[in-house]
Antibody
Framework: QVQLVQSGAEVKKPGTSVKVSCKASGYTFISYYMYWVRQAPGQGLEWMGIINSRGGSTNYAQKFQGRVTMTRDTSTSTVYMELSSLRSEDTAVYYCARGYSYGDFWGQGTLVTVSS | DIQMTQSPSTLSASVGDRVTITCRASQSVSSWLAWYQQKPGKAPKLLIY???SLETGVPSRFSGSGSGTEFTLTISSLQPDDFATYYC?????????FGQGTKLEIK
């Protein structure tokens, strides 16, 4: 069965970076894109960007350009999302989701807390 | 950028009710629209894609319609498990945007 398993919760200080992983199983990894969405406490869903799991090309939401980097490791079927220059407003649950368009499978979410 | 606006923001209803949630796009998005259900502390769950296609395993009481700029999600007979927050999502090549969400509460 398809599974996306994300790394555990993180607590980071302002100005630092965080790298969240999303390990895929149960399907051919390179056949699907993966995208990242975040959700601040009590807020809605915010699309961050997408990565082509086969070739590694990316497209980021304008809001995160210059601060986000998405990569993948085909040998371990894992995608990564790194967000730099963290600020308190980046406190959120970060989700990976499989798909080029709509997300048919989602990770369980990773809480990133930014606090001094 | 295309903006997606959902209404209402909150909806109170009873078990057995028929409910409709609306999602409007700031410009035409053809049928490139999906609907998700999210429960507290859980990841979103895909319900509908391409405006009206029911995802495998989703109960048939959920249906989607619309094209262009106006879309609806309808639940024909509310069940206790349906009380959650619902989001619409526009998707196209390399870009996505979500509506702000509609919280469906028990009356």
């Amino acid at each position: 069965q398809v599974q996306l398993v994300q790394s555990g919760a993180e607590v980071k200080k302002p100005g630092t970076s965080v790298k969240v992983s999303c390990k895929a199983s149960g399907y051919t990894f390179i056949s699907y894109y993966m995208y990242w969405v975040r959700q601040a406490p009590g807020q809605g869903l915010e699309w961050m960007g997408i990565i082509n799991s086969r070739g590694g090309s990316t497209n980021y939401a304008q809001k995160f350009q210059g601060r986000v980097t998405m990569t993948r490791d085909t040998s371990t079927s894992t995608v990564y999302m790194e967000l730099s220059s963290l600020r308190s407003e980046d406190t959120a649950v970060y989700y990976c989701a499989r798909g080029y368009s709509y997300g048919d499978f989602w990770g369980q979410g990773t809480l990133v807390t930014v606090s001094s | 950028d295309i903006q997606m606006t959902q209404s209402p923001s909150t909806l109170s209803a009873s078990v057995g009710d028929r409910v409709t949630i609306t999602c409007r796009a700031s410009q035409s998005v053809s049928s490139w629209l999906a609907w998700y259900q999210q429960k507290p502390g859980k990841a979103p769950k895909l319900l509908i894609y391409k405006a009206s296609s029911l995802e495998t395993g989703v109960p048939s009481r959920f249906s989607g319609s619309g094209s262009g700029t106006e879309f609806t999600l309808t639940i024909s007979s509310l069940q206790p498990d349906d009380f959650a927050t619902y989001y619409c999502q526009h998707y196209n090549s390399y870009y996505q945007t979500f509506g702000q969400g509609t919280k469906l509460e028990i009356k």
